[in-house]
């Protein structure tokens, strides 16, 4: 199989939107923090956290979609903690966000610890499945690649559209964006910053939990430590990829994922024979970097992003 | 103005006191604004303006006292209801989100955050029409920070007006104006009032305060002790009330010019994108001399202060500094040669904002006198900043407070005690009076002068001809990095320097050399 062979092949496009899925959640979670003015480091203990949180509650006996609801919440719990001592306290966005990774996933191996204390190998549940949408599905490659996905693959990219009409065309978008750029302005209008930002975070926190669910319900259909493994720092590097703007993030969350499929595929070739696997493995990550220092060089940091807000202070 | 004592009261002020800990920022002000009416508040830097607007806004809680709009009282904190009032402020630092457009900005908390939809085609309509009617042209679709500083002043009040404000609130609106935009700005005020707004203006600036308010009111040390219609007060009088005494001018007595400090004969440098750089300028600078350089900003200043400072090389010509031709030219070099330097932008390039007021007060100096074998030696460094906060009347808290928490004017006075302290020989002072109170722009003079009568050559940078022609012995004016040739004191009017800041006169002298 060559190289124009695999990028023409519907496999290789359906395996880049699966693998884009958790990513486009998460992205867009911390791409709402960050329009608001926070940083949220907490995203890769938060996917943890929501992988395990999704997925043992429908082990527990919830539908897959409350298992979804369960894992949503879980975010916005750890959302509110790290909104709280971010927004009203104005503590160190960096220190708490890491905080909040190590504690999230302390927290989730613990809890797994305590809940399954006897298995050796996690149980499995039974995942999302495909779902062909009609008609759609029957376009020649596009159909197998985009409209055969699981129905957390579609809720993914309907959320981004969500949350771009929410950014651009809601006054709370609005909001939102400007506490992000100037939290003066928004308070100069009666607005509270306070409440903007901790429902942000909260929000986000929401979205990112649910982007490590999809790992746990859609893509496998169990959980294992480390199987987050990173993608939640990846999902910082896509938002600054993606200009802030939903949008580009998506795009930019089905290069990288497209990126990793081809490595995959690539080590099968004939050139994956000779060269180390690691090489492969490295491509997305170099690729990802190369395309940030190309792409982001001109997009417009949200201007008080880290930049703790105090009412009456000069 | 007989009928606007008949019109209708839109703002009362009762009794309205703040206290921030041990410090009264306003002690029992009262006051009445009418429909229709421009009344300015005067006042020096901390005298209590800002916190009385911001209590009406709604920013601040008075302690005691309370505000009413319309005759009805204002719920005290909260600004959503003073908007809801008609009530509408523009800060003094723009409250403004640079990556939003101009309309963004302005619908920004218009819309209640529940409704499903941003209602753009109404809302641009809205600010096309009030554009219109108060002249306020600017383009809806713009990012705001690619504005300048008056377009931005525009989108503030098109804001208040957007949300049908009926009382204008304007926080020393023209601190940041070029002179032109400020004239744009007071028509733009007229056509409001003209419709009926009513206006609260926060000034220092004397003639603006004659030439746009019917009525002032003087703030001192937060008590409200004069009210003044405009036609029965002077700028004199005024000025006294403000500082509270009367205001004297430093005096400049003749003197004859001592040896050139410093002679720049046909120096060129490089421009920076498009501020112009020095073309073929000679200057000389005299010991006991103040030079001023008059002109509008942006043709060239920068350019020449830069290089004097040591931050830029030229690129053609003869530097010469006492005498000796200068090489190798740096920051560090020409403080080592005796030019102390007043930065253009005290808060930027002047000190460090959170830097404390003793390593402000040695940041020139730290290595060559404040440090031994590459240890500070802070007991020296303290004691310096504490002799230059006595002898320099900088008012502050102490040695340890972070320099960005004093008043632009204590700011100041610090830098120019840093300056003086080394005994410069040669003086930079670059607009050192901006955006200071008439008490803190008479030291910063008189010191100047001071170190004039003590031998040193000062250049004296600024846009404001009247101090200009009040300090320097000789005036040279600026245009497009063109030097004109030095005018004696009394030779030039203000009208005639004009047209030299217009760029007149310069393609003569190039003829006739």
Redesign the interface.
């Known amino acids: 199989m060559d190289f124009f062979d695999i990028l023409t092949s519907a496999a290789f496009w359906a395996a880049a939107i699966r693998i884009a899925s958790p990513l486009i959640f998460a992205t867009l979670g911390e791409l709402i923090c960050e329009r608001a003015g926070v940083l949220n480091l907490g995203i890769e203990g938060i996917m943890v956290a929501g992988a395990f949180a999704g997925w043992i509650a429908v082990y527990m006996g919830l539908p897959l979609w409350g298992g979804v609801a369960v894992a949503f919440l879980t975010g916005m719990g750890f959302g509110l903690l790290h909104g709280t001592l971010s927004v009203p306290f104005g503590l160190s966005q960096h220190v708490v966000g890491i905080g909040l990774t190590l504690l999230a996933t302390s927290l989730t191996f613990y809890t797994y610890r305590v809940v399954l204390p006897e298995v050796s190998s996690p149980p499995k549940i039974e995942a999302f499945q495909p779902f062909e949408i009609p008609l759609l599905s029957d376009i020649p490659l596009l159909g197998p690649a985009l409209f055969s996905q699981t129905p957390l693959t579609y809720a993914a990219f309907i959320m981004a559209a969500l949350v771009a009409f929410v950014l651009y065309r809601t006054p709370l978008g609005l909001a939102v964006r400007a506490a992000g750029e100037s939290p003066s302005a928004v308070a100069a209008q009666g607005l509270s910053v306070t409440a903007i930002r901790m429902g942000a975070v909260i929000v986000g926190s929401g979205f990112m939990a649910v982007g490590g669910a999809f790992l746990t319900l859609s893509a496998f259909d169990s959980f294992f430590f480390d199987m987050v493994n990173g993608r939640g720092w990846i999902c910082i590097a896509l938002v600054v990829f993606g200009a802030w703007k939903p949008g580009k993030a998506v795009l930019g969350a089905i290069l990288f994922a497209a990126f990793d499929a081809l490595q995959i595929r690539l080590q099968q070739t004939t050139i994956g024979a000779v060269v180390p696997y690691q090489l492969f493995l490295m491509m997305p990550y170099l690729l990802s970097i190369l395309a940030l220092v190309l792409m982001s060089r001109r997009a417009e940091v949200p201007a008080a992003l880290m930049v703790p807000f105090n009412k009456g202070e000069r | 103005m007989s009928q606007k004592a008949q019109a209708q009261t839109v703002l009362r002020l009762s009794n309205i006191t703040k206290r921030f800990g041990a410090l009264t920022a306003n002690d029992d002000v009262s006051f009445d604004l009418k429909r229709g009416e421009v009344i300015a508040l005067l006042g020096e830097n901390g005298a209590g303006k800002t916190t009385l607007m911001n209590i009406i806004f ?3 809680t008075a302690d005691t006292g309370a505000v009413e709009v319309f005759g009805q009282e204002l719920p005290p904190g ?6 809801d009032a008609g009530v509408g ?1 523009v ?1 003094q ?1 723009f ?6 457009t101009v309309w ?2 302005i ?12 209602d753009s085609k109404a809302a641009k309509a809205k600010i096309a029409g009030l554009a219109k009617r108060f002249h306020l042209v600017v383009d809806p679709e713009a990012k705001v920070g690619r504005l300048t500083v008056g377009e931005r002043q525009r989108v503030e009040i098109l804001k208040a007006l957007y949300r049908e404000a009926r009382i204008l609130i304007l926080d020393e609106p023209t601190a940041v104006l070029t002179p032109q935009e400020s004239d744009a700005l007071f028509a733009t005020l007229r056509e409001a009032v003209g419709q009926g707004l009513s206006v609260v203006f926060i000034s220092h600036k004397l003639h603006e305060v004659m030439a746009i308010a019917d009525r002032t009111l003087v703030l001192r040390h937060g008590k409200l002790v004069a009210e003044r219609a405009i036609g029965d007060t002077s700028r004199e009088e005024l000025a006294a009330l403000m500082v509270g005494g009367k205001v004297s001018p430093p005096k400049i007595d003749a003197m004859p010019a001592g040896p050139a400090l410093m002679r720049l004969t046909g120096v060129s440098t490089k421009g920076e994108g498009r501020a112009p750089g020095l073309q073929t300028v000679n200057l000389t600078l005299h010991a006991g001399q103040i030079t001023g350089l008059a002109g509008v900003s942006g043709n060239g200043q920068k350019a020449l202060s830069d290089l004097i400072s040591g931050l830029v090389q030229p690129s053609a010509g003869g530097f010469e500094i006492a005498g000796a031709e200068v090489a190798d030219w740096s920051p560090r070099r020409a403080l080592s040669r005796g030019i102390g330097r007043i930065p253009e932008d005290r808060h930027h390039t002047g000190t460090i904002a959170d830097f404390d007021l003793t390593e402000n007060a040695v940041l020139e100096t730290y290595a060559k006198d404040f440090a031994r074998h590459g240890w500070m030696n802070w007991a020296d460094a303290k004691a310096r900043a504490e002799s230059l906060i006595a002898t320099y009347d900088v008012r502050c808290p102490g040695p340890d407070t972070r320099i ?2 004093l008043s632009g004017g204590n700011m100041q006075k610090l830098i120019l005690g840093r300056v003086l302290e080394t005994a410069p020989r040669i003086i930079l002072a670059n607009q050192p009076v901006r955006g200071l109170d008439i008490g803190a722009v008479n030291y910063v003079h008189g010191r100047l002068a001071e170190a004039r009568e003590k031998g040193a050559a000062v250049l004296l940078i600024s846009e404001d001809l009247d101090e200009i022609m009040t300090l320097s012995d000789v005036i040279h004016v600026i245009s497009e990095g063109r030097l004109s040739p030095g005018f004696v004191r009394g030779t030039m009017r203000a009208e005639d320097l004009g047209q030299w800041m217009a760029g007149a006169g310069f393609a003569e002298a190039a003829h006739a050399s």
């Open positions: 709604g920013q601040y909260n600004p959503h209801a003073a908007l402020m800060h630092h409250t403004l989100a640079g990556n939003l963004e900005n619908v920004l908390g218009s819309q209640r955050l529940r409704s499903l939809r941003l960005r928490l």
